[in-house]
């Protein structure tokens, strides 16, 4: 499995962008990056994930580098709802059942107000 | 609502004891995953079933046992409690991408 590494903590003042970012320099061609949260003591949730083109949806933006050596997790305007443990991880993508999620120790993200 | 349930919430028991936690995937899902989480500590992998097979395990003891059953819900069973057992454990279902997270059962050992 594919390793990830994260800063373990960052702050962010409310309302500002936080981008927070992971290297995963050992990552193959048909391995996905996936990021999930943990919000204090509660399951962690799906935020988004991508293979090599820079991704979009409702929650945050995910720009992974040409060489997909590293990516960027991008909440454009953090909120104090946002503080939370953020997971980088790397995985690829085959037969279903075939493959599993290791977590490593994350980003804990303090949004100030 | 991540649609996955797992039960108890919480539980206390005393060491050497032995408990089962329960988990219910989401509708659809053939894919379970346990995990435990220490306090303040990242999440540690414990195994994986796939339609009722096991398809990989992690870091579970040997005091830790798992199954998943015909209609897909699974347990986890934890015998001879210690203290360090003490954690939260959840369960996650899928269709492998992405995974969905139950609330997780607190297990405190005395």
């Known amino acids: 499995d594919a390793k990830t590494t994260q800063p373990p903590s960052m702050d962010c003042a409310e309302g500002r962008a936080a981008n927070l970012p992971c290297n995963h320099s050992?990552?193959?061609?048909?391995?996905?990056v996936y990021w999930y949260r943990q919000i204090h003591s509660q399951g962690p949730q799906y935020i988004i994930h991508g293979l090599k083109n820079n991704e979009t949806n409702e929650m945050a933006s995910l720009i992974i580098t040409e060489d997909r050596k590293s990516s960027t997790l991008i909440l454009p305007h953090a909120t104090l709802r946002d503080t939370a443990v953020y997971y980088c991880?790397?995985?690829?993508?085959?037969?279903?059942?075939?493959?599993?999620?290791?977590f490593g120790t994350g980003t804990r993200l303090k949004v100030l107000a | 609502d991540s649609g996955v349930t797992q039960t108890p919430k919480h539980l206390i028991t005393a060491t050497g004891q032995r408990v089962t936690l329960r988990c219910s995937p989401r509708?659809?899902?053939?894919?379970v995953y346990w995990y435990q989480q220490s306090l303040d500590q990242g999440l540690q992998f414990l195994i994986q079933y796939y339609n009722g097979e096991e398809r990989a395990k992690g870091n579970i003891l040997e005091r830790f046992s798992a199954q998943q059953f015909p209609d897909l819900h699974s347990e986890l069973n934890l015998s001879s409690l210690e203290l360090g057992d003490s954690a939260l454990y959840f369960c996650?279902?899928?269709?492998?991408?992405?995974?969905?997270f139950g609330n997780g059962t607190r297990l405190t050992v005395t």
């Open positions: 509708s659809g899902d053939l894919s």
């Open positions: 050992t990552i193959s061609g048909n391995e996905y």
């Open positions: 991880i790397v995985r690829p993508l085959g037969m279903p059942g075939t493959y599993k999620y290791i």
């Open positions: 996650a279902s899928g269709p492998d991408s992405p995974l969905h």
